[in-house]
């Protein structure tokens, strides 16, 4: 990848505008950059708009300069910004190089640059675009993001042989969880994470929000004392099986302050709960459950990205848990492949982020 076009990657990592995609832009000219910009909200200028407006503030021409977009620019007018490709036209960039299409129809913005004499070179970093946008091209296709979080020892367990998992990871990991669950729609666990932790699931930052707190519990054997369901907001789901009692739903309904719905006969089907909880206006759905929770999303498919936390410690044990559990594979040609991994530290822990590619 071009140097310039890892620099607007890096802006665009700034960006948050969901649900609209997070776009980076470059300009450069006689080989120095001019102009840098990224799509800091939705309703504030778009990227290109920025790292032009970047160009002239420092007193610089735009006439012959090239830029560079993570993203097609747009060619549309929206109810608060106006069309970058018309301003690209406009202020004379000769050339435009984007690392990835916009899938969105109502986009179209290279056909209108090249029709305009501009050259046009892309999609040239379409792996790193679709990783960096997955939440938004999965809203342009009305399928939520689902992602699973992870804490583990350095020799991959999530406990001791005897169940002992306080804390695997270090405080400032517990901590970006809590900015994590914030920025997700909903909150998944097992009904295994209920019985051995009894955690609330909430948000703990100032200003944060509660996700739904969903509970995958194919026999309703989740203690009634627990403290996901001494919350009275009406956010916490129980998904369970046909084979569940009726009498333990109703209980459970009345009682807890909770919905309780069928999602599966013998075992909770995690494609039919993802695309209930999407049909529920979910958007961002966030895993934290126990190995055979995080087995069974995988399996399923539905899994987009992984937030893995390592710690430095070993646990070691044979009956200590996995990550993963279910049945594995029986071939290499199996794995599910992760990719677009990227790390950084938090405190003495790492924390590896993975896109997960589909099979």
């Given at each position: 990848m071009h140097t310039l076009m890892e620099m607007a990657f890096e802006l665009a990592r700034k960006s948050n505008p969901f649900p609209n995609p997070r776009v980076g832009a470059v300009i450069a000219k006689e080989g120095r950059v001019i102009g840098r910009g990224y799509h800091k909200k939705p309703g504030m200028p778009h990227a290109e708009i920025e790292a032009m407006q970047d160009a002239q503030r420092a007193g610089e021409s735009l006439s012959g300069s090239t830029l560079y977009a993570t993203l097609e620019?747009?060619?549309?007018?929206?109810?608060?910004?106006?069309?970058?490709?018309?301003?690209?036209?406009?202020?004379?960039?000769?050339?435009?190089?984007?690392?990835?299409?916009?899938?969105?129809?109502l986009v179209g913005g290279a056909k209108l640059l090249r029709e305009a004499g501009i050259e046009v070179e892309g999609p040239c970093a379409k792996e790193e675009g679709v990783a960096l946008n997955r939440e938004y091209l999965k809203n342009i296709m009305q399928k939520p993001l689902v992602a699973i979080k992870m804490a583990m020892s350095a020799d991959g367990k999530t406990a001791t042989r005897n169940g002992d998992s306080h804390w695997i990871s270090g405080e400032e990991s517990r901590e970006y969880v809590h900015k994590l669950r914030s920025d997700f729609d909903a909150v998944v666990v097992g009904a295994g994470t209920i019985k051995a932790d009894n955690p609330q699931l909430t948000s703990r930052i100032r200003g944060g929000k509660n996700p739904y707190r969903i509970i995958v519990d194919g026999s309703l054997g989740i203690p009634l004392d627990s403290k996901v369901l001494a919350n009275t907001d009406g956010k916490t789901i129980i998904a369970t099986t046909e084979k569940a009692p009726r009498g333990r739903m109703l209980e459970l309904e009345t009682r807890a302050n909770c919905t309780v719905f069928c999602c599966g006969k013998e075992s909770v089907d995690m494609q039919k709960l993802v695309s209930s909880l999407s049909a529920m206006g979910m958007k961002k759905i966030l895993i934290e459950g126990g190995s055979e929770l995080n087995a069974s999303a995988l399996e399923a498919g539905v899994v987009d990205k992984l937030y893995l936390f390592i710690a430095p410690k070993i646990i070691g044990g044979k009956d200590a848990k996995g990550v993963i559990g279910g049945a594995g594979i029986s071939s290499m040609g199996e794995a599910i492949k992760l990719g677009n991994m990227k790390t950084r530290k938090m405190g003495e822990d790492l924390l590896l982020e993975f896109s997960v590619k589909k099979r």
């Open positions: 620019p747009c060619s549309h007018t929206s109810k608060r910004t106006p069309p970058c490709a018309q301003e690209i036209i406009s202020k004379g960039i000769k050339k435009v190089v984007f690392a990835m299409e916009d899938p969105n129809p």
